[in-house]
């Protein structure tokens, strides 16, 4: 399913088959939570180039349900999306107040967002939501600890998370459909260490490292990638969950990482602040209200092409939705460009220096 | 500037020449307030045949500012639109609490719906304004009578706007821009016709019937067109400003209308109602949780090619952005399509037939 293709240092480019195409890697999903990427329809993200975008299982479960998404042939008829779709729904709800209630032995225990009703989302219910939701690639049902826990609780959480992971495997049932495992441990290198081995182990077509970049010091985070990626095999994709700042990809991926989602890029742009190849531009400055440059005069985007900064400072100053879409299809444009250049720069040998010019300029 | 083609009862059909293009009459125009209309692009307007568009002048004078759109070069290319751009702000801001004051014989006291700042908008301002924006039509100022009040106060406001009318031209000064007069007169058959003869008069490319369409009975908005029409000259557009609706565009270009704006079909859009051959259809209707039909089974926008009712549904029982953009873009194409057909309809002399089939079917 996975095929590397180059390696440079410690970064990798590679293919993923899925059922819907192959992906390069390293790339960079989209969030797609209730099945829309907010302000860009699957024709825009087509059009970028964005080879798979993540939905959120539970969420899906709850509205439209998963009988409505099966009888509409599954996620992609159902909302038009020809590439690659990922789902999740695992402990990455704890860091959201309007889901997470807690956690039991047989599963977590979640509040619907819509109507607050509780419910136990177990392994094996997770398995059937995204089997039948037909994703291309199901994550598993784990527990993230939060990095501030105690090692005891940390721990308990890790062993339950490997729990969960082989429950995981005995129900999934989709054959088309690839399932990842995720590796927890906080900030504990020997946790860490032991969750990848344990779950390198399984059955998986993926691997990710979870409980990472929801706060902690940056310079950790790339510590205990690197304590776990050592024990990932090369032959299977690395994931990296909740990661989509510029800087912080192009280091995850000199540190091994292969896949991405976030909602970063795209929340920023609904903020004003957009990426460009000499770093972050806040578009509601004052001083770009009679600026006739394009948002980045490198960029390639059909929103670089034709709309320039007074246009847009004008629109998002205004609260117009045509100024969100224009915002955010820069920076998803922007992010997928980066993947593609570094693909490109790990192929050639030359990603390191890539990485070092990049982050000089990317202020 | 303006070209009868094809006559059918009252109904016509012709070309007006403008600096961005010709526009096939009848036609109708979205609502780009502040240069945009919400949830579609230039290039959405242009891919589905939008011929002209209109935008608040009183509202770009301030925000971004006129100098902020002459420095760009002009409207069309401040907000990258390449058909006609019409330009107003007169008397129907009289319905909006958020602007209006009060008239004045000098003109408009105003508003400023952004900081409340109050400012007289007079003749020569307003079109100082519109020539700097720019646009291809603009239109004059006119004080807009509601039908409510007293005759003599209707009659006040008809004599107001004759005065205006004649300065606008005076101050009108940009070569390239057309400019349409409005006649006024409320629900008086006697004033509604003395104005048109007066405006008529007057050095206009084009007329408008003003201050109907804002809540009076439907027989009597096409009884005041009626008594208007056969006093605005057969060689020049007309103009039936704020009118959205299917039916009443239908029956207006029936009495002799040409052109229309309104935000009808945008706000209905975002509201869940959509036009279809068959009448409206309310998206969030339980009844279309597993429908995978289309919008509208007849219609060949880009929307209904690709989406489904249970998906636009979903979307928009959860408020995300997508869904009101696929909403709004197929009540534009089903409007500016319902606007060919009516063209080739009367040029194939059979207009009245396709309206009468129309509304039998529109419920």
Redesign the interface.
Known sequence: MFKLIAKDGNARTGILKTAHGKIETPFFMPVAT??????????DLEEIGIQAIISNAFVLSL??GI??IK??GGIHK???FHNAIFTDSGGFQKIKDSFYIKSTDKGLILKSPFDGKKQLLTPKELMKIQNTLDSDIAMVLDEMPLYTQSKKEIELAVERTHKWAEECIKHHKNKKQLLFGIAQGGLHKDLREKSAKFISKLKFDGFAFGGLAIGEPEKQTYAMINSQVKHFPENKPRYLMGVGCPKQLINAIAAGADCFDSTFPTQNARHNTLFTSTGKLVIKNSKY??D?KPIDKNCDC?ICK???R??I???M??G???????CTYHNIYFINNLMKQIRKAIKEKRFDKFRKEFLRKFK
Request: charged share 30%; aromatic share 12%.
């Open positions: 209730k099945t829309a990427v907010k302000y860009l329809d699957p024709k509205r439209p009988q409505t009888k509409a159902f909302m038009n209200k009679n006739l059909y034709n709309y320039t007074a246009h400072r004008h629109l100053k205004l117009e939705p045509n100024g969100l879409r224009y």
